[in-house]
């Protein structure tokens, strides 16, 4: 198996590198997540401190979501805030998500990578200098080239939260 970087054959050069990235770390995470169960989706890590491998797939799929929206110019709108959200809770962390099967978390979560494949479509390589704001209360400012790229990159860093667990459940 080759691995490159490449986008799909209707995206410009550096838009398709960059989505290459999403769409490598995505397979990633459907590999590193498969075949567990209910119990470990659910798991929470010793004394239950940690957030759930359910837990933090909603938030990258919600993460996601609200970026696609923030690339194409326009707010998410309430029906997904209302089905994938919030992004947090009162207490500052992420909600809780259980019960939900894997099969469940990743349809909605290819559904999200879908709308970006076409997103990026739609995207040249020009645009990925225009500047949008993103955080808690729209505070901070990126270029698209980088909201692409960190779509990869969180993707990437809650994956060695997901191993963790899967380390702590097969030990427990």
Not at 24 to 33: A, D, G, P, T, V
Not at 133 to 161: C, S, V
Request: charged share 25%; aromatic share 8%; net charge negative.
């Amino acid at each position: 198996m080759l691995h490159d970087l490449q986008g799909e054959e209707n995206m410009s050069t550096i838009v398709g590198m960059l989505y290459g990235a999403v769409k490598e770390n995505s397979q990633r995470l459907k590999s590193i997540s498969e075949g567990m169960s209910q119990e470990e989706v659910d798991y929470k890590g010793p004394s239950s401190h940690y957030n759930s491998t359910a837990q933090l797939i909603q938030h990258i799929l919600y993460v996601d979501l609200n970026w696609i929206y923030r690339l194409e110019g326009q707010p998410l709108p309430q029906s997904l805030k209302d089905k994938y959200g919030p992004m947090i809770d009162d207490n500052n962390r992420l909600p809780m998500v259980k019960g939900i099967p894997l099969e469940t978390l990743m349809s909605n979560y290819e559904d999200v990578l879908n709308r970006l494949k076409e997103t990026c479509t739609q995207l040249t390589d020009a645009d990925l200098d225009n500047i949008v704001t993103f955080g808690h209360e729209n505070e901070k400012q990126a270029t698209i080239r980088w909201g692409l790229w960190h779509i990869a990159d969180h993707n990437r860093y809650h994956q060695a939260h997901i191993n963790q667990l899967r380390k702590w459940y097969s030990e427990k």
